[in-house]
């Protein structure tokens, strides 16, 4: 099992910068393929990246294509978001979350990202 806390929300402008970070706990982070959401108010949950555990392959939604950078340290047993020209269609609780197989089931408590136009 696998612990994850995320850090770096916080409130922007439009067209500015962050990075997010998710820490694991556990020995065996490199086995888990990683994923970020996020759930905009009233809007249900939606992935916003994915990095596999092979190959460290990445995936991103398409609204987020070009703009996002997901990033894994297996050593440091990290995962990161590099977000950048943010919208304020961006703001939202974005949640780390791991797996083992093809369902995520291990989630972080979320941090807030807010983008003012």
């Known amino acids: 099992q696998v612990q994850l806390v995320e850090s770096g929300g916080g409130l922007v402008q439009a067209g500015g910068s962050l990075r997010l970070s998710c820490a694991a706990s556990?020995?065996?982070?490199?086995?888990?393929?990683m994923g970020w959401f996020r759930q905009a108010p009233g809007k249900e949950r939606e992935i916003v990246a994915g990095?596999?555990?092979?190959?460290?392959?990445?995936y991103y939604s398409d609204s987020v294509k070009g703009r996002f950078t997901i990033s894994r340290d297996n050593a440091k047993n990290t995962v990161s978001l590099q977000m950048n020209s943010l919208k304020p269609e961006d703001t939202a609780v974005y949640y780390c979350?791991?797996?083992?197989?093809?369902?995520?089931?291990?989630w972080g408590q979320g941090t807030q990202v807010t983008v003012s136009s």
């Open positions: 979350a791991g797996r083992l197989g093809y369902e995520y089931e291990y």
């Open positions: 556990g020995r065996t982070f490199s086995t888990y393929g």
């Open positions: 990095i596999r555990k092979i190959d460290g392959n990445a």
